[in-house]
């Protein structure tokens, strides 16, 4: 079953022009639970894992015992730094340890194709003719978001080619986040509110998507 878009100018004019995907690797029933997996997954790998706190055995000092065992009428103590004194070390505090988790591929792939069914069922997805700008001019993405009105609205591009240009014209506004069509992840896909890909982008990540079905 093939899907059709209707590709837009940088202006955000209508072109005319129509974009056919033949085999749409997006036209599947959402699977949430991959969708959850892959997110988790991502935002579990970003976490460094350096935090870390000081045992008894590694706090400075507490060699000498505070006072005799017996006869003073307290309780006994054998160290200044036992963790229920003010300076002490800590109980099962925190140490450095990765936090990695990992999905199998045909789940990271269920997961995009997932999240982009998604936005191409909410009518987010928006296929602009290829964003290849000759020079680096903010007032070309200003026109596009005021003309879908998405000035106020959070908007991932996705492209074929990460333009330098593109890049920069995009990089003084808050709300967008310029990627890689192909290499995009489900947690970008899902986080923003609007999707506008250029044309080589969106047949290139179709292509990418397809990949189980090729094996």
């Known amino acids: 079953m093939s899907i059709e878009f209707s590709v837009f100018?940088?202006?955000?004019?209508?072109?005319?022009?129509?974009?056919?995907?033949?085999?749409?690797?997006f036209e599947i029933e959402p699977h949430d639970h991959a969708i959850y997996l892959a997110v988790k997954a991502e935002m579990t790998n970003v976490r460094q894992g350096t935090h870390s706190t000081k045992t008894r055995g590694e706090v400075r000092g507490g060699g000498k015992k505070p006072w005799k065992q017996k006869g003073t009428g307290r309780a006994r103590s054998g160290s200044r730094r036992n963790p229920v004194w003010v300076g002490g070390g800590r109980i099962f505090g925190p140490k450095p340890h990765s936090y990695q988790m990992k999905v199998n591929k045909k789940v990271k792939l269920l997961a995009r194709q997932s999240a982009l069914a998604y936005r191409y069922k909410e009518g987010v997805l928006k296929v602009i003719e290829d964003l290849v700008l000759a020079e680096p001019k903010a007032r070309v993405?200003?026109?596009?978001?005021n003309k879908f009105e998405l000035?106020?609205?959070?908007?991932?591009?996705?492209?074929?080619?990460?333009?330098?240009?593109?890049?920069?014209a995009c990089r003084n506004f808050g709300n967008i986040l310029v990627l890689e069509a192909e290499t995009v992840s489900t947690y970008d896909l899902l986080d923003c509110e609007a999707l506008l890909i250029d044309k080589s982008g969106l047949e290139k990540l179709n292509s990418a998507l397809l990949g189980n079905q090729r094996n």
């Open 9 to 25: 100018k940088k202006d955000g004019a209508d072109s005319g022009e129509k974009l056919v995907i033949e085999t749409p690797a």
């Open 141 to 145: 993405i200003r026109d596009l978001l």
């Open 151 to 168: 000035t106020d609205k959070k908007v991932t591009i996705l492209t074929a080619n990460l333009d330098d240009n593109l890049y920069l």
